[in-house]
């Protein structure tokens, strides 16, 4: 059964840091592009960051994390990590980490499997 599970969304005022988790189970998160999505209130879900399948996996940022989101995968724990660093009030949203054939932060649909997301705050 493919799963994957996010954690590591906290409460945290504006410059702060987290490390948001995605661990994947019933599949190898090597074989697969990861991505990672936010769905703020009101707003529509939009693409962060994502990276690649295979060894020395490429990755995508959106403009708006540039220099303060990082992506990376632990492949013998079978998980993928988005380091966000210098938060702002705007980064809040639910985050979710998605699988699919390749990577790429303009559209969910291209996207197979989901998490349920996890709540990051950032306010002071």
């Known amino acids: 059964q493919v799963q994957l599970v996010e954690s590591g969304g906290d409460l945290v005022q504006p410059g702060g840091s987290l490390r948001l988790s995605c661990a994947a189970s019933?599949?190898?998160?090597?074989?697969?592009?990861i991505g990672w999505f936010r769905q703020a209130p009101g707003k529509e879900r939009e693409g962060v960051s994502c990276?690649?399948?295979?060894?020395?996996?490429?990755?995508i940022h959106r403009n708006s994390v540039l220099g303060r989101l990082t992506v990376s995968r632990d492949d013998r724990r079978n998980t993928v990590y988005l380091q966000m660093n210098n938060l702002k009030p705007e980064d809040t949203a639910v985050y979710y980490c998605?699988?699919?054939?390749?990577?790429?932060?303009?559209?969910?649909?291209?996207?197979?499997?989901w998490g349920q997301g996890t709540q990051v705050t950032v306010s002071s």
């Open positions: 990276i690649a399948s295979g060894a020395g996996a490429s990755t």
């Open positions: 998605a699988a699919g054939p390749g990577c790429t932060i303009s559209t969910a649909g291209a996207y197979n499997y």
């Open positions: 019933g599949f190898t998160v090597s074989d697969y592009a």
